[in-house]
């Protein structure tokens, strides 16, 4: 399995409309994502496996995530054994509801995999969360292994998520508070990567709206979000970003606690800043952002 890397915006796209998959890896989007489900009416869902299939393989340059149907349609199998390639870094599963959610479709994927000829677990797979079930199980959900390892991360999505819980989102978003920090906080624990946050669909005109949501997440410890247009991308890449300063400052902090380790310190001071092991770790993590953004850079 590939590492992650960066996904500060993930960019869905309908996999029936390649003319929007071509425009799609043109962004400055770290991931796209091409959609199997909601995006795909019912009549087409096999008809545009093949037309996903030429555009992976077509785009293999680029960092491609393929959202197939949830588990309970019957469809997951089929979408998989016509997509699975060298095009795709990872799957987006649907509705996750249980760690043996995670576990069957690491199986699927594997049978996938085998069918292709791509070495067992080439393909990672992000965890979507929708429902009031996968909420409460989703530390669980985080922690699930599979054999290959496989789970990059989770995700969360709003709208399906509120449905199940029969509310209306809100420009504000405080009924979302609760499984998005939740979310997040299994993610941490289970030491995966970041969650991807929900897609903010209420009102695509109101610019205002839509940067307070990815705020939210930002702040309560979403690594990026789920875009559904090419417009929302760049402010995406800039928040889930660290500054200039925030990367030299760290940079900074890094180097000067490693020296003062090596005396035998564990508390300094730099530029007027208390620095200890936790503010060390946090600067730490920071570089490890930046070098993912721009490369490692020596000593």
Known sequence: MKPFGLARSALFVPGN???RVDKAVATAADLVI???EDAVPVAEKATVRPIVREKLDRHRDRKLMVRVN???TGLTESDLTSIVGPGPDSILLPKVQTPEDVDRMGRLMSAAEEGSGLQPGTLGLVALIETALGVRNVFKIADAKTEPP???TLAFGAADFSL??????TKTGEELAFPRARIALACRAAGIDPPLDTPFMIDLKDREAFEADAMRGQRLGFGGKLCIHPDQVDFCNTLF??????IAFAAKVVAAFEEAEAKGLAAIQVDGKFIDYPVFAQSKRLVEIAEKMHGPKTR
């Open 150 to 152: 496989r789970l990059h």
């Open 17 to 19: 409309r390649p003319e």
């Open 34 to 36: 091409i959609d199997l």
């Open 164 to 169: 199940d819980m029969g509310f209306r989102i």
């Open 241 to 246: 970003s660290p500054t200039a300063e925030e």
């Open 70 to 72: 949830a588990l309970d």
